[in-house]
T-cell receptor, first 118, second 111 residues
Framework: GAVVSQHPSWVICKSGTSVKIECRSL??????MFWYRQFPKQSLMLMAT?????????EQGVEKDKFLINHASLTLSTLTVTSAHPEDSSFYIC??????????????FGEGSRLTVL | SQELEQSPQSLIVQEGKNLTINCTSS?????LYWYKQKYGEGLIFLMM?????EEKSHEKITAKLDEKKQQSSLHITASQPSHAGIYLC???????????FGQGTTLQVKP
C-alpha cells in the first residue's frame, strides 16, 4: 500500500533553534499534504494544508511565522518550527492525499515526528 | 465548525469480549474515517464510510454510519490484545483530504 514517511521520527533541540521535519510520499504523488499536531493523550489537531507550488493554508490560531511549511515537490512537504520553545514540544504527523486518490477513501499518514524542545 | 465527540474516552475489556466505540458529529458527515493509533506512532487506516446506513467490516472490526449520517460506531468482536490502542474517528471529505478528529478512545484488552 501507499506509504508516507516522516523524518526525523524524533528530535531534541535547544530553545531558540529551528527544526525541520520532512514528510514524503514514497510511491505516489501528493499535490496536497496536511500537518497535524498531537499533544500527549489528546487527539490530532489540524495545523495547515500544504499545497504543492503554492502557499500553505493555516488553520485559525496557528502561527504562520512559527510553523513554516514548504511543499516544493509532489512528494515532499516540510514543516519548520522556527525559534522553538518548550511549548512547541509535541508529536507532529503529516498526511498525504494521492493525486489520483480522490474519492477512493484512504488518506495516508506518516509515522509521526516527536519534537522535544529543552 | 464541525465537532466530533467520541465515547467512551477509555475502555478496558477482557480478551474475548465485544466492545463498541461511538462517534457523534455536530454536523452531517460526508466522510467518516476510523483510524487506530498506538501511542507515539502514526495512524493505521481502518475504514471509511460515506453513505447513510453503510456498514463495513474488516476481520473482527465492523463500522457503521447511521442513516442520518451524524453518528458512527466501531464494533470489535472477540477482542484480542492486538486490538489495544487509540481509536480515532475523523470527519472530512476524501476529495479534499482534510480531516477533523474526535478526541480518541483508548482501548486496553486484558489477556
Amino acid at each position: 500500500g501507499a506509504v508516507v514517511s516522516q523524518h526525523p521520527s524524533w528530535v531534541i533541540c535547544k530553545s531558540g533553534t529551528s527544526v525541520k521535519i520532512e514528510c514524503r510520499s514514497l510511491d505516489f504523488q501528493a499535490t496536497t499534504m496536511f500537518w497535524y499536531r498531537q499533544f500527549p493523550k489528546q487527539s490530532l489537531m489540524l495545523m495547515a494544508t500544504s499545497n504543492e507550488g503554492s502557499k500553505a493554508t493555516y488553520e485559525q490560531g496557528v502561527e504562520k511565522d512559527k510553523f513554516l511549511i514548504n511543499h516544493a515537490s509532489l512528494t515532499l512537504s516540510t514543516l519548520t518550527v522556527t525559534s522553538a520553545h518548550p511549548e512547541d514540544s509535541s508529536f507532529y504527523i503529516c498526511s498525504a492525499l494521492p493525486g489520483q486518490g480522490a474519492g477512493t477513501g484512504e488518506l495516508f499518514f506518516g509515522e509521526g515526528s516527536r519534537l522535544t524542545v529543552l | 465548525s464541525q465537532e466530533l465527540e467520541q465515547s467512551p474516552q477509555s475502555l478496558i475489556v477482557q480478551e474475548g469480549k465485544n466492545l463498541t466505540i461511538n462517534c457523534t458529529s455536530s454536523k452531517t458527515l460526508y466522510g467518516l474515517y476510523w483510524y487506530k493509533q498506538k501511542y507515539g506512532e502514526g495512524l493505521i487506516f481502518l475504514m471509511m464510510l460515506q453513505k447513510g446506513g453503510e456498514e463495513k467490516s474488516h476481520e473482527k472490526i465492523t463500522a457503521k454510519l447511521d442513516e442520518k449520517k451524524q453518528q458512527s460506531s466501531l464494533h470489535i468482536t472477540a477482542s484480542q490484545p492486538s486490538h489495544a490502542g487509540i481509536y480515532l474517528c475523523g470527519a472530512g471529505s476524501s476529495n479534499t483530504g482534510k480531516l477533523i478528529f474526535g478526541q480518541g478512545t483508548t482501548l486496553q484488552v486484558k489477556p
